[in-house]
C-alpha cells in the first residue's frame, strides 16, 4: 500500500512538472505567434516613427555596397575524350569545380569561381543580397503601415483636361449598359 502511495506520489510528480512544462511550451507558443504576427520587428504605430524608420532603411539600403543574387555548387565534369582518365569507370572525374549560377533577364549564367578567394567572395556578396532582400521586405511592410495611417482625402483629385476627354467615352459607354 505504501508502494503505491509512493508510486502515486512519483506520478503526481510527474504529473506538476507535465504542467509546468505544458505552461511553458504554451507561452513559447505564444511568444512565438507575436513574433510571426508584427513579422519579427517591432512595427512603430505613429507616422513620425514610420516615416523615421523608412529613412533608415532606405539609408541602410544605400550603405550595403556589393552584392549579387546566384547560388554557389560544386561540380565534377567528363571531358568525354575516350583516353582521359575521367573516362574510365569509377573515376571520379575532373574537379569539382566551384562555380556560381545567376540569372540575367531570365536567362541562366554561369561563372567559375577558380581564383583563390573568389569563393569567399561570392558567398560575401551573396550575403549582402540576402540583407538587401530583408531591408527591402521591410520597407514594404513600413510603408504599407503608412499607407494605413494617411487619412483619406475628403475632395475628389482634380482631373486635368486631357483626364476629362479620356474619362468621357468611358462614362457613356457604362451608362448605356
Ligand atoms: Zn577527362
Redesign the pocket.
Known amino acids: 500500500m505504501k508502494r503505491i502511495n509512493a508510486l502515486r506520489a512519483t506520478f503526481q510528480g510527474a504529473c506538476d512538472i507535465k504542467v509546468e512544462v505544458g505552461q511553458f511550451f504554451f507561452f513559447v507558443a505564444l511568444i512565438c505567434m507575436y513574433i510571426l504576427h508584427t513579422g519579427g520587428t517591432n512595427m512603430p504605430d505613429s507616422v513620425p516613427a514610420l516615416e523615421q524608420q523608412r529613412r533608415q532603411i532606405l539609408e541602410q539600403i544605400a550603405n550595403l555596397g556589393d552584392f549579387r543574387s546566384g547560388s554557389i555548387s560544386s561540380v565534377t565534369?567528363?571531358?568525354?575524350?575516350p583516353t582521359?582518365?575521367?573516362?574510365r569507370p569509377k573515376d571520379p572525374?575532373?574537379g569539382p569545380a566551384l562555380r556560381l549560377t545567376y540569372k540575367v533577364k531570365g536567362k541562366s549564367r554561369i561563372e567559375t569561381l577558380s581564383a583563390p578567394g573568389a569563393l569567399h567572395k561570392a558567398q560575401q556578396e551573396i550575403a549582402v543580397f540576402r540583407q538587401f532582400q530583408q531591408q527591402v521586405q521591410s520597407l514594404i511592410e513600413v510603408n504599407a503601415a503608412l499607407c494605413r495611417l494617411r487619412p483619406v482625402s475628403s475632395r475628389e483629385p482634380e482631373q486635368t483636361p486631357q483626364e476629362k476627354k479620356r474619362r468621357k467615352p468611358f462614362n457613356r459607354k457604362s451608362r448605356g449598359k
Open positions: 565534369t567528363r571531358c568525354g575524350k582521359c582518365h575521367c573516362a572525374g575532373h
